[in-house]
């Protein structure tokens, strides 16, 4: 049976600390710029912070993997490019790619650096899978977030000695992994070109004797009584009134969560656990990663699973298990 990697998300030097110190295996990290698909205001790394970063995290037994995982702008690529080439200069362990140039580049020109195959890509079925393997070496591919775990475990038996890796907590998305033109509509900014899915610069809260009103570029995007609690303002997660009932039409809020799932994940041969959040605090990083790498030592010693619940770090205080059961086949 194999021990997978824990990958956990951090968005500042602090989150990366907290990360290490919690028992990750592995930190993946983002530039300060639009290369990365969170690239938020007071979010990600400089060039010196990741070369410390790094530092800190392999004194400790943990590697550091850089998400390169937005697409560069048509005859621009420099800016990608730049971030692969300062990656392998700063001795991350491996970079998350999505763009097959940028693949191609980052293959050609650094050989020697471990390529990950993101997300956002959405390779989903063997054939794609073998495609970057042999095409770009390519040692392990992000699956999206629409497979079950049979679904799997028969990639796994397919594509070895690939490795895949899987989500395991976290926000989740309405679109293939993030492909989502919503935000592009409303803001002119998208998480796939530049790496922001409903910026904070085009958020808005108007508080009246009724509550409070989010708002993204000027869309009403929900409403909040009195005493509820104000989410943000993603367009996805909006409650919107249609045929006269109020609703969340497109997605609720709610958190993946594969606690309960892990003895089956491992069984069907996934190689690491990936943690979603580089947006979010130093407490829900701790706080996550120990949760699983309690979890995780816990099924590879043979131990019943720890019960450990963490509503109180979920949007909306809810939780699935996502694509991974089906439940609605």
Request: glycine fraction near 8%; proline fraction near 6%; charged fraction near 20%.
């Amino acid at each position: 049976m194999i021990r997978p990697e824990l990958i956990c998300p951090a968005g500042t030097p602090a989150a990366l600390k907290s990360a290490v110190d919690s028992g990750a295996d592995c930190v993946y990290v983002g530039f300060r710029d639009e290369t990365n698909a969170r690239n938020f205001p007071g979010l990600n790394f400089s060039r010196k912070e990741l070369e410390e970063g790094i530092a800190y995290a392999h004194a400790r037994g943990a590697k550091v993997l850089v998400a390169i995982n937005t697409f560069p702008r048509a005859g621009h690529p420099q800016l990608w490019q730049a971030a692969v080439d300062d990656s392998a200069r700063l001795g991350a362990d491996a970079v998350i790619l999505a763009d097959i140039g940028l693949i191609d580049y980052a293959a050609r020109t650094h050989p020697e650096l471990r390529l990950h195959l993101s997300v956002q890509a959405a390779a989903s079925n063997p054939q794609a899978i073998a495609f970057y393997a042999e095409r770009f070496g390519v040692k392990r591919v992000v699956l999206p977030r629409v497979l079950t775990v049979p679904e799997i475990a028969a990639i796994n038996r397919a594509v070895a000695p690939v490795e895949t890796e899987v989500f395991v907590f976290g926000g989740l998305c309405v679109m293939a992994e993030g492909r989502c033109a919503l935000s592009s509509y409303a803001t002119g900014q998208s998480p796939n070109m530049n790496g922001v899915c409903s910026p904070a610069s085009h958020v808005r809260y108007v508080e009246s004797g009724r509550g409070i009103t989010s708002q993204l570029a000027g869309f009403t995007i929900n409403q909040f009584g009195l005493n509820e609690p104000a989410g943000y303002p993603t367009l996805c997660k909006g409650r919107f009134n249609a045929a006269g009932k109020t609703s969340y039409l497109f997605e609720e809020p709610t958190s993946l969560n594969t606690l309960a799932m892990l003895p089956d994940l491992i069984n069907a041969g996934v190689a690491a656990f990936k943690i979603e959040g580089r947006q979010r605090g130093r407490a829900y990083v701790a706080a996550v990663v120990q949760a699983f790498r309690q979890s995780v030592d816990a099924v590879m010693a043979g131990r019943p699973l720890p019960d450990i619940n963490l509503d109180s770090i979920t949007e909306g205080g809810r939780q699935t298990t996502g694509a991974y059961e089906k439940a609605w086949r």
